[in-house]
């Protein structure tokens, strides 16, 4: 469909358009999302349409863009956020300190706290494995690092299709699991490492349902005293936005929006520019810059620049501190000449943060990223009003209502719950002969989801910062087998710890997503409990299926009850986490496959247990 003469420049010259909803059709304006690429329904843009009718304007493509991305499923959780409240949000407990930021914020002892938080890079990683993965590390140690934590852990469970796939069964336009798969761990490998935070724990698991969208999930947990914990918001009108880290460039446009759509065969092509592209070495000294100024009381606010860029942080970050925003594109530092007001908006270019600084610590904020090598620029201040306005040149090109423009829609849409067959067949094994049952045992051990995966974890460096007391593999030096859970030692004046696990089996949530989901809790009981430590809080990632099938939301609808029954329980609150939908191909849909992830804390790390048998004559029970 021909909509572009619904296009007009703002101004003659200028790079900006005004895009004539109030002129367009319902069918137009369908076709106005699809070529802009913003993923918005025929509803959702009517909706819009509306809104500035009644402000008695058109809205500009630079406000188009903003909306595509704050009202996109990765960003607002339209189709999941009505499952999650009634379910398992808000489930109280004494160690929570904040919950529904970054990262979730819990309790480690009198005076400091953890930080843990649990985040998928699937789209990305099925077209771009290495900087995929490797961008999942960096953005998830970013949610960490913005609550006022140092990172200090990063655990990865990962899912592939089979690597025997013949090549021949690999739709065109899909790559093969084991180029996603060497491309993955390379990239965990290879950021993780040069960035010196240990990747303790994680899992690999193979299954078909992931040869067409592999799941690369990446969590961290990070320690910091109670006094230092920042939140992801302003505190005020009168402070200024400053932007530091990476420079600003094409990588990541429409990343959200990628995300948040099936893959199909023409992504390979399409969305490579929605992958975005790490960078460690940036990484390691903004983070250290992010502490120290922190630490010595010169920030307000600090947030990291995630999906959505700047269009989706600097709103966010003023309407939750009860402000509004302007901001200054033409301030911001970009990796090339070129770029659109649009494009340096949405950008999710990597190792950039927001920070937000009273007028008189600007000096000293500044000159403390200068020390760490770190760029950072004005870019912003904090106003009186709840709208976020975008300046180009002087001249302004966005100015939205932020309560319109952060809500987004929340839909309850319709979900079937399957019935799940409780008749299990016999399987007729009876009595086996020593033979068979040898055949038997090498046929389970040489399973890809039970064989050994030290080809995976011995790549990554488990032991920098010298804090990893239980590390992935425990036993004699030429015979270790997988233990059940990391453990970690905070603190030098302190042999308190922290233990993570991570657990789920799609094959059982494929069969039952409720009692799979118990399953995967459960079992991450179970590994802490064995490990020595009390169970203290949940993230989750729940990675599905398209939400506008019923059968696919009904599953993730069975995930999240199974989590709030369990959560509350224990007493253990779902402190962060995400959720990952459209994971799907022209080969069909992920099985339910949502990833648990728990905290405990063990009072002594020297009484912590390992799962090898210490020595001969001891009992088993």
Known sequence: MDVSHLFREMEAGTPVRVVLLSEASEDELGGISEIMGIGLSTEEMSRIRTHFISEGRDPTDVELEALGQAWSEHCCYKSSKYFMKRSFIGIKAPQTVIEGEDAGVVEFDDEHVYCVGLESHNHPSAIGPYGGSATGVGGIIRDVLCMGAQPIAVIDPLFFGPLDTPAEEVPEGINHPRFIYSGVVAGIRDYGNRIGIPTVAGMVNFHP??????????????????????????????????????????????????????????????????????????????????????????????????????????????????????????????????????????????????????????DAVLHMFRKWDVEAVVIGEVVEGKRVKALCHGRTILDLDLEFFTAGPEYCRIFESRKVDRDIPDPGIGPLPREKLEDALLSILSSPNICSKEDVFRVYDHEVRGRTVIKPYAGMPFSPGPSDAAVIKPLEDSYKGIVITADVNPYFCELDPYRGTLSAMEE????????????????DCLNFGNPEKPDRLGDFERACTAIGELARHFTLPVVSGNVSLYNESEIGKVPPTPTIMMVGLIDDIRSATTPDLKEKGNIIY
């Open 524 to 539: 991450s009981v179970r590994n802490l409990v064995s490990t020595g430590a009390y169970p203290h809080s949940v993230t």
């Open 209 to 362: 349902g992931y040869t067409g969208n592999p799941l690369v999930n990446v969590g961290c947990v990070g320690i910091g005293r109670k006094e230092n914990v920042i939140h992801s918001r302003v505190g005020g009108p009168g402070e200024v936005y400053i932007l530091a880290g990476g420079r600003t460039g094409r990588d990541g446009i429409h990343g959200v929006t990628f995300a948040s759509a099936d893959l199909s065969a023409e992504s390979e092509e399409k969305d490579r520019g929605s992958v975005q592209l790490g960078d460690p070495i940036t990484k390691e000294p903004l983070i250290h810059s992010c502490l120290e100024a922190n630490e010595k009381g010169l920030l307000r606010g600090m947030k990291d620049l995630g999906g959505g860029g700047l269009s989706c942080v600097s709103g966010e970050m003023a309407l939750d501190g009860g402000a509004g925003a302007v901001i200054h594109l033409d301030r911001v530092p970009l990796k090339e000449e070129g770029l659109a007001p649009w494009e340096i908006w949405v950008s999710e270019s990597q190792e950039r943060m927001m920070v937000s600084v009273a007028p008189e610590n600007v």
